[in-house]
């Protein structure tokens, strides 16, 4: 019922910039944050970056400084915009929409996109 796509992924060179975008479609009564997760081969899905409803922003140590979190309303879409990438950066990027309601009913979930590949070359 709610989707989430990821678009912006590409190959960089080290020093680089990046804007990763994360489009959200169908019915989303309520939401505790949205996050931007990634997974780099053989490692585990780390946690990159956050904003809350009201706006509020947390972020990796590995990435502070570098990597803006942001959100357009109007669009329901959540940005990540990367600067200054490194070869460490390089991994399978995914948004989070976490603890969803579509509906006053419903239970509180976690949705997920596909996932947008960034690759940093050294």
């Known amino acids: 019922q709610v989707q989430l796509v990821e678009t912006g992924g590409n190959l960089v060179q080290t020093g680089g910039s990046l804007r990763l975008s994360c489009a959200a479609s169908?019915?989303?009564?309520?939401?505790?944050?949205m996050a931007w997760y990634r997974q780099a081969p053989g490692k585990q899905r780390e946690l990159v970056a956050t904003?809350?409803?009201?706006?509020?922003?947390n972020y990796a140590d590995s990435v502070k400084g570098r990597f803006t979190i942001s959100r357009d309303n109007a669009k329901n879409t959540v940005y990540l915009q990367m600067n200054s990438l490194k070869p460490e950066d390089t991994a399978v990027y995914y948004c989070?929409?976490?603890?969803?309601?579509?509906?006053?009913?419903?239970?509180?979930?976690?949705?997920w996109g596909q996932g947008t590949q960034v690759t940093v070359s050294s």
């Open positions: 989070n929409a976490n603890g969803v309601k579509v509906s006053y009913y419903s239970s509180r979930r976690n949705y």
């Open positions: 904003i809350t409803s009201d706006g509020s922003t």
């Open positions: 169908g019915t989303i009564f309520s939401f505790n944050a």
